[in-house]
């Protein structure tokens, strides 16, 4: 009898096709970010949305095996925004921690309700659903552009929950139906007030923060005329 290696579920940071939202996702030159939700096209192929200022019209590959999880278009510097494609892309998203390799379906999306629970899940940080939306509609400096519509969420204990690699990733929140899309994971909240011990994978110099700024989910499907993909 021939031997094979043991078999262990994708994860995190060695997602399979389809690919999940919350999985990280490398440039193949050091750079790290999330990827956010899957969608759909007008023509029903299957794309994930992440965050435009992660890298525009870039190859992406998972970063422990390297492989190929699609290349991102031009996107929208306004909402930060970006779609990859040429590959195939479930309706699910990475939960737990950043070494997860467990998620849950999503089952559609929403708009941030002002004071609800939100959860965040960045590649490095992790799930945390201890986080509140403080903020929406608003619009903040990102880079010199104007960016939003957006909305705020802040760690209800002070945990830095998001920090920087998690860019992109998925913000969902939960209703009788299941877990919704409400946004992607933008920008966080800098300096002494704000910043605090890193969460999941750390490394020298990363920067997290309690306070999060994310994209509305519906602003970005409708400006690049896509349908939320689900499970």
């Known amino acids: 009898m021939t031997a094979v290696p043991a078999i262990q579920p994708a994860g995190r940071w060695d997602d399979v096709t389809p690919f999940w939202g919350g999985s ?34 870039t190859n992406w590959y998972t970063p422990l095996y390297q492989l190929y999880v699609g290349r991102s278009n ?28 467990s998620g849950v379906p999503i089952v559609g999306w929403a708009n941030a309700v002002l004071n609800d629970v939100a ?17 929406t ?16 969420t802040e760690h209800l204990a002070g945990v830095a929950s998001v920090g920087q ?5 998925p913000t969902i929140g939960y209703d009788t139906g299941g877990f919704r899309a409400l ?3 933008s ?28 994209i509305n989910i519906g602003s970005i499907l409708s400006h690049f005329n896509l349908t939320i993909a689900t499970s």
């Open 183 to 185: 946004g992607i994971i």
């Open 74 to 101: 031009s996107g929208s510097v306004a909402l930060d925004a970006m779609t990859i494609s040429e590959q195939t892309y479930q309706g699910a998203v990475f939960t737990g921690p950043f070494n997860s390799n």
């Open 24 to 57: 990280v996702i490398w440039t193949g030159t050091g750079a790290l970010c999330t990827a956010g939700f899957a969608a759909r096209t007008s023509t029903n192929a299957r794309v994930m949305i992440t965050a435009r200022h992660c890298g525009a019209n």
């Open 187 to 214: 920008a966080v909240a800098t300096g002494q007030e704000f910043e605090g011990t890193c969460q999941g994978y750390d490394y020298t110099g990363r920067r997290c923060s309690r306070v999060a700024l994310h």
């Open 119 to 135: 959860c965040t899940s960045g590649g490095l940080s992790g799930n945390d659903c201890n986080t509140r939306i403080t903020e």
């Open 137 to 152: 509609n608003i619009y903040f400096n990102l880079n010199g552009n104007l960016t939003g519509p957006a909305f705020v």
């Open 165 to 169: 690699d998690d860019s992109g990733g």
